[in-house]
């Protein structure tokens, strides 16, 4: 008997479909930008999009099904590769990437182990000593690719932990009485690290900001002082490169200084921001991630690489292993046979993510990315002065590539409502995606320029748009 599965291909058909498909993509990527940003569906629309079939009992040409599954994601997706798209930290992917995650899944190597991924393994350990080298960390530094941001803030966290109390591994958190610093704009990965493993979100000291949305590093000694007199133990300071909500970058010096008199960990969250530590012109804190014990940042957002990849550092090797390592009886590999990914972080089988991020690396070069990001950060600069041309429109603030403002024409009774139906109006527009943050208790609209596609033009229309969406309500 010769065994063919439905779900083989001989290589005519391959070819056939996969042309077709890059084809299709290659027209999408080129009419993106006069493509509508969104069709502003709601979800029983877009369920109705997809339809209510069952699990099909047969299987269907392979045209069809490819077919399908592109006109579903074209026609009911949020572009954010679009010029106009500037919510949350998302970013415009790089077409280069797409290329690597079709390679990546026709090999299919399991970085997991070295010997399951040999040319996998190697491309991943390269491409986080560039991102090392890029970023001003030492090469020689561990590190792991994870899923994003959350995962690569939660390696540095789970590495803090076990450094601090080698028993947690086996006594869980009762072990020590740990408590962890964050200002109060941290992003939530602190909440979840705290809360998924085993500490409580109680644990968690949140830290005054200054007017510049910064950490305060007298607030902290004090806070630190008060813990260390209750009985408590400190172990982990987290500082931002890059806040989420206004790219605010704390005084990283300062707050290095502090661990290291106080014996704490300490930790940065660079999952957006760190990357603009490249650029000459950065400030002194930004460009002293080196200080930093473990360092998080992410591929996918301001490297320009599709979802998903974030990046951990961790500045000590070895410390990966000591939080990470289990070596089942079933993993019988050589002692001396390579870098088995398994045992520096929390994933078993891992696909090869890292091509997508060493493909773009080495399409952009050092020079290329310094460039791309040094442009948005002077959109989003090119932003705030364009908002402030304009007097119904407040300009709040800006840092790295995220400018908020928001819509305040003198008089406005309730301008937080305002403009929080204004956001809903603007994410369902299809022209322009802007996300929100709250400052000094303000509702503003953020506008987060990660996006090699935004020109100059399409910043000078932001304003246009949001008064002319303002004017049809
Ligand atoms: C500063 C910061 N940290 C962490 C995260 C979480 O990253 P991810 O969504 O990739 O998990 C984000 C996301 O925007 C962020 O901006």
């Given at each position: 008997m010769t065994r063919r599965s439905l779900l083989d291909m001989d290589p005519e058909e391959f070819r056939a479909a996969g042309h077709r498909l890059v084809d299709q993509i290659a027209d999408f990527y080129h009419a993106l930008p006069q493509a509508?940003?969104?069709?502003?569906?709601s979800p029983a629309e877009v369920r109705e999009a997809l339809g209510?079939?069952?699990?099909?009992?047969t299987g269907e040409p392979t045209e069809a099904t490819v077919n399908t599954a592109w006109q579903l994601l074209q026609n009911h997706s949020l572009h954010?590769?679009?010029?106009?798209?500037?919510?949350?930290?998302?970013s415009s992917a790089a077409p280069i990437g797409a290329l690597a995650d079709l390679m990546a899944a026709a090999v299919?190597?399991?970085?997991?182990?070295w010997i399951l991924g040999p040319m996998g393994t190697e491309i991943e350990a390269q491409s986080i000593r560039w991102i090392a080298d890029f970023l001003g960390y030492p090469t020689n530094s561990g590190g792991i690719l994870v899923s994003g941001g959350n995962m690569a803030n939660f390696v540095g966290f789970l590495a803090a932990r076990t450094q601090a109390c080698k028993a947690i591994r086996t006594e869980?958190?009762?072990?020590a009485k740990l408590v962890a610093y964050a200002s109060k704009?941290?992003?939530?990965w602190i909440q979840k690290a705290a809360d998924l493993f085993g500490?409580?979100?109680?644990a968690i000291r949140w830290i005054a900001t200054d007017q510049h949305q910064r950490m305060d590093p007298a607030a902290l000694c004090a806070q630190i002082a008060a813990d260390r007199a209750a009985g408590n133990q400190p172990f982990f300071l987290a500082a931002s490169a890059?806040?989420?909500?206004?790219g605010a970058v704390d005084p990283i010096r300062e707050l290095a200084r502090i661990a290291r008199t106080e014996g704490i960990w300490f930790h940065i969250d660079?999952?957006?921001?760190?990357?603009?530590?490249?650029?000459?012109?950065?400030d002194e804190d930004l460009k002293?991630?080196?200080?930093?014990?473990s360092l998080a940042v992410d591929p996918h957002k301001w490297?320009?690489?599709?979802?998903?990849a974030g990046c951990a550092l961790v500045k000590n090797p070895q410390h990966l292993p000591d939080a990470f390592d289990y070596s089942p009886a079933?993993?019988?590999?050589?002692?001396?046979?390579g870098l088995n990914y398994y045992q520096h972080g929390p994933q078993n089988s891992r696909g090869l993510r890292a091509l997508k991020v060493w493909m773009g690396l080495r399409a952009s070069g050092r020079q290329g990315l310094i460039q791309t990001i040094a442009e948005d950060i002077a959109l989003a600069r090119q932003l705030f002065d364009e908002v402030?041309?304009?007097?119904?429109l407040e300009a709040l603030t800006t840092s790295l590539s995220i400018t908020t403002f928001r819509y305040n024409?003198?008089?406005?009774?309730d301008p937080n409502t305002v403009n929080e139906r204004l956001l809903d109006r603007i994410q369902k527009s299809g022209e322009l995606f802007l996300s929100n943050a709250i400052i000094d208790g303000k509702f503003a609209l953020r506008a987060c320029i990660v996006n090699f596609r935004t020109q100059p033009r399409h910043i000078a229309e932001i304003p246009k748009i949001v008064l002319r969406l303002v004017a049809e309500r």
């Open positions: 509508k940003l969104t069709p502003g569906e209510h079939a069952p699990l099909p009992e954010n590769g679009h010029p106009l798209f500037a919510g949350y930290v998302t299919n190597p399991n970085v997991g182990a869980g958190a009762e072990a704009e941290t992003h939530t500490l409580g979100t109680n890059g806040t989420v909500s206004t660079g999952a957006y921001g760190a990357p603009a530590a490249a650029l000459p012109d950065a002293s991630l080196h200080l930093a014990d490297f320009y690489a599709p979802l998903e079933y993993y019988h590999f050589e002692a001396d046979a402030q041309k304009y007097p119904e024409p003198p008089g406005t009774a």
